[in-house]
């Protein structure tokens, strides 16, 4: 069955750094991937698209990365801050190009001052 | 815009009540959709509309659950009788997808969700 995998971890950064964070898939061939972003309390908002052409899209300080060889994304936020802190959720097609989205279970990123 | 508006924020009620949630679309998105979100599961698709009609409702539970969209600015989504593993947060999303552009744009558009509690 289709599978979404994320760090289930926190992860704990020092204000400054990068983080990266990381999406794998199996049994998938999407076409696009996205990222969304989620604090407490609200709902998910978007934040990066990438196709399964695309190798690498940026966006401010934010980076994604897609490698359909290795079923994996990598998002990285450079120069992070504690307002970055927050659950980040990657999302893929369900099936080729529909709007069906499938998500993964999310990873927590606190940046510490 | 205000964004997708969702009611009510908050429900708490009893086994076997009839709950309904509600949701307004952001004007001129085509596609509307159904999330529900818990801890074990996380975020699952339940149904999403385009156009208003329901295009795929293989994510919905079971027949106790149903959804409409009778407008274009308008959806619900009714559990009927409800029961305490219901609870979750259920968000509706909506988007729009720029055939013009030659290419699909799918960014969704989340509401702040309700939160709903059966007892």
């Known amino acids: 069955s289709q599978k979404i995998e994320q760090n289930s971890e926190a992860l704990n950064i020092q204000e400054g750094k990068t983080a990266t964070l990381t999406c794998n898939y199996t049994n998938y061939s999407p076409a696009y991937l996205q990222w969304y972003r989620q604090d407490p309390g609200r709902g998910p908002v978007f934040l990066l698209l990438i196709r399964e052409n695309e190798k690498e899209k940026r966006k401010e300080r934010l980076k994604v990365t897609f490698d359909t060889t290795l079923k994996q994304s990598l998002f990285h936020i450079t120069a992070s801050q504690p307002a970055d802190s927050a659950t980040y959720l990657c999302a893929l097609d369900r099936s080729q190009g529909t709007d069906k989205l499938i998500f993964g279970t999310g990873t927590r990123l606190q940046v510490f001052p | 815009d205000a964004g997708v508006i969702q009611s009510p924020r908050h429900e708490v009620t009893e086994m076997g009540q009839e709950v309904t949630l509600r949701c307004k679309p952001i004007s001129g998105h085509d596609y509307l959709f159904w999330y529900r979100q818990t801890m074990m599961r996380g975020l699952e698709l339940l149904i999403y509309f385009n156009n208003n009609v329901p295009i795929d409702d293989s994510g919905m539970p079971e027949d106790r659950f149903s959804a409409k969209m009778p407008n274009a600015s308008f959806s619900t989504l009714k559990i009927q009788p409800s029961e305490p593993r219901d609870s979750a947060v259920y968000f509706c999303?909506?988007?729009?997808?720029?055939?013009?552009?030659?290419?699909?744009?799918?960014?969704?558009?989340f509401g702040p969700g309700t939160r709903l509690t059966v007892l």
């Open positions: 999303a909506s988007s729009f997808r720029d055939w013009r552009a030659g290419s699909s744009y799918n960014e969704q558009f």
